[in-house]
């Protein structure tokens, strides 16, 4: 969801007259992690059920790209909505610490989606996540809201994930429409000298 959530407020922030100037501006400390970190990911879940030391240590991974992805947003927090950021990572961390480094999956939730989906957690062909069990702790904090038709996109999403998304979708706002915003005063003042 939260490149869903990425890809809808930059058309939001668009219809409201912003632009992808602001985007240029921004300075991260640590600017690499992020794209170090997303590349990571991508390598674990695509070699997770190929090489067989790579699934068993994807948890420890995953807990990893957590830890280091939740320093990353800290030393950033100056920048516009970025703590509702952390928070929403932070919350997904804590629910996969305490439960092995997996992410706790409704399967209630996931009955409202394709068979597949179900399938698939049950046989443990994705390694960050596991269904929800009596021993689960915290599963309230888990994969517990159902996304289905008409959403583009089945799947099942976090309380974490709903805080983060928000917090996305307005730190994106918040930058698409500063150069809007600096140019709005400027124009008038022209105006003004014109008449």
Same mark, same amino acid.
């Given at each position: 969801m939260v490149y869903d959530g990425l890809l809808v407020a930059i058309l939001i922030g668009f219809i409201r007259g912003g632009s992808l100037k602001g985007f240029g501006e921004i300075r991260f400390k !640590?600017?690499?992690?992020?794209? &170090?970190?997303?590349?990571?990911q991508l390598c674990i879940f695509y070699f997770q059920n190929k090489i067989e030391w790579v699934g068993e240590i994807s948890q420890f991974s995953f807990i990893g790209?957590? %830890?280091i992805g939740l320093i990353f947003l800290w030393i950033n927090r100056f920048h516009d909505h970025f703590k509702f950021i952390f928070v929403g990572v932070l919350l997904n961390f804590i629910? !996969?610490?305490?439960n092995g480094g997996r992410m706790p999956v409704?399967?209630? &939730? *996931?009955?409202?989606?394709?068979?597949?989906?179900?399938? +698939?957690? #049950?046989? =443990?062909?994705? *390694? @960050?996540? +596991?269904?929800? +069990?009596? =021993?689960t702790i915290f599963a309230f904090l888990g994969d517990i809201i159902p996304l289905k038709a008409p959403y583009?996109?089945?799947?099942? /999403? =976090?309380?974490?994930? %709903? %805080? !983060?998304?928000?917090?996305?979708?307005? *730190? /994106?706002? *918040?930058? !698409?429409?500063?150069? #809007?915003?600096?140019?709005?005063?400027?124009?008038?003042? =022209? @105006?003004?000298? #014109?008449?």
């Open positions: !640590m600017g690499w992690v992020f794209p &170090a970190l997303l590349l990571f790209v957590y %830890v629910v !996969m610490a305490v409704s399967g209630e &939730a *996931a009955l409202h989606l394709d068979p597949y989906y179900l399938e +698939t957690l #049950k046989n =443990s062909l994705y *390694a @960050k996540h +596991t269904l929800v +069990t009596d =021993s583009p996109r089945e799947q099942i /999403i =976090s309380i974490g994930d %709903v %805080v !983060m998304n928000i917090g996305g979708f307005l *730190a /994106i706002q *918040a930058i !698409m429409l500063r150069t #809007k915003e600096r140019e709005e005063p400027l124009n008038g003042n =022209s @105006k003004e000298v #014109k008449i």
